[in-house]
């Protein structure tokens, strides 16, 4: 299905939900059949093995428990949430980068206000002659702070909502791995007790005497079938469901990634606003963007600055000492280097990569959730009912042995003659 773009109606979106619900739908029906069968053979049914060979039948259930376990390691080994944890630090990353940017752009406004200061203060404090030897260059330098005000306002506006957009993906992203993570995590501790239980319960069995097997030989494994493991049939398919909804929307994602993120970036940024229009020219892959020609136009303003401060600096402290020339060199080059940082930052080159990048983990992360539901489904609906049926075949042998299955034992107890 086609993700929805903002503002689509609510017929355009319960077809899209309809559509992703039918996979999960599908899965949560057969794990819920799956876990009715299980209960209904190992309460109902007491499968007995046709073959009464004792060992053969503890040789065929050790190899189906150790066929879980090697699938139980493989599965954890191969599914993990590292895609959508890659993507949610990506867009972390690329949040602080934007908000360094962001704040480089508002000091950026100071610092230009603050030269237009210093630069009136050589008319205010300075003797006519310095007036004289600067000649027109200050009015010059005037013209140009004003000018860099004017893009550093312009820069700040286009970056205005974007970290914080970056942000909330980025919590979304995490959201989906932590999700990921507590998919994982459930079957494999109901897999690993219901693993326990059935090891317990065959040794029970093995070990028990036989009043105590005469008197529970019919409950043990259908109290633990009701207990632990048809419950655990049926949270594993909801957990595989959940699964399948989470790979269904991604996947929904990755047939337009471009189109849905700028459709998503004008309704939380506005569609005309210059950070929507920012974000479209990153996502085109553009060689240059309006920031970017904002930040070389503002950094060649202080390169002028820097070389007309140390030109007119030892003259302008002959003549007006008031005039602190040192610190305001010091703070153009300060200045300078955080352009210059910010200029690499924002090149289409550094920025455009994050985006490939949540794309590339968004839609790896989807095959990824594939291996994750077919290890859930298979040890869930497969192995585990597989292992708890070899149980029970298993447990009906033990028995027979063990309390001669299907006849009374003779009584010790003489009748009383008449």
């Known amino acids: ?138 009015v010059q330098r005037k013209k140009e702070a004003r000018h860099a005000e004017e893009f550093a306002l312009l820069l700040d506006e286009q970056l205005s909502g974007i ?40 040794a029970l069995t093995e070990f028990s005497g036989h009043n105590c097997l005469r008197r529970c030989r019919f409950c043990h494994l259908p109290c633990l079938a009701w207990t632990l493991i048809g419950p655990a049939v049926l949270v594993i398919s909801v957990v595989a469901s959940l699964e399948a909804f989470l790979a269904v929307t991604s996947s929904a994602f990755c047939g337009h990634p471009d189109l849905v993120v700028l459709s998503y970036a004008e309704e939380a940024l506005g569609p005309e606003s210059p950070s929507a229009n920012l974000t479209r020219q990153y996502l085109l892959d553009e060689a240059s963007t309006v920031a970017l020609k904002d930040l070389k136009v503002i950094q060649g303003h202080f390169s002028l600055w820097h070389t007309w401060v ?14 602190d020339a040192v610190n305001v060199s010091r703070d153009i080059k300060v200045m300078a280097a955080g352009l210059h940082t910010a200029s690499l930052i924002m090149e289409p080159s550094h920025i455009y990569p994050y985006y490939l990048l949540v794309v ?48 009374d034992l003779l009584s010790t107890v003489e009748p009383e003659s008449n």
């Not at 057969?30 to 009464?52: E, N, P, S, Y």
Request: some cysteine; aromatic content about 10%.
């Open 1 to 138: 299905a086609d993700f929805p773009a903002p503002g689509s109606s609510d017929a355009h979106w319960d077809s899209f939900w309809l559509t992703c619900f039918r996979l999960p739908a599908l899965l949560l029906v057969v794990g819920t059949l799956t876990a009715g069968a299980v209960l209904f053979i190992l309460c109902r049914v007491h499968i007995r093995a046709q073959d009464k060979n004792q060992n053969r039948l503890l040789t065929h259930f050790l190899l189906l428990a150790l066929l879980n376990l090697v699938c139980l390691a493989l599965g954890i080994y191969l599914s993990s949430s590292g895609n959508y944890a890659q993507a949610a630090d990506t867009l972390a990353a690329a949040e602080a980068d934007i908000e360094e940017v962001h704040g480089m752009a508002e000091a950026l406004n100071i610092s230009a206000v603050s030269f237009q200061h210093d630069l009136a203060e050589l008319y205010s404090e300075c003797p006519a002659s310095t007036h004289e030897f600067l000649g027109d260059s200050v």
């Open 163 to 202: 970290p914080q957009w970056l942000g909330l993906a980025a919590v979304s992203y995490r959201s989906a791995a932590v999700f990921i993570d507590w998919c994982m995590t459930l079957p494999i501790i109901l897999l690993v007790l219901c693993y326990g239980a059935i090891g317990f319960l065959v």
């Open 310 to 323: 140390d030109e007119f600096a030892q003259a302008i402290d002959k003549s007006c000492a008031k005039w």
């Open 360 to 407: 590339d983990s968004s839609c790896t992360g989807i095959s990824r959730l594939g291996s994750l539901i077919v290890f859930h489904l298979g040890m869930g609906l497969l192995g585990l009912p597989l292992l708890a049926c070899g149980a029970s075949c298993l447990l009906e042998s033990l028995v027979a042995e063990r309390v001669a299955y299907g006849f």
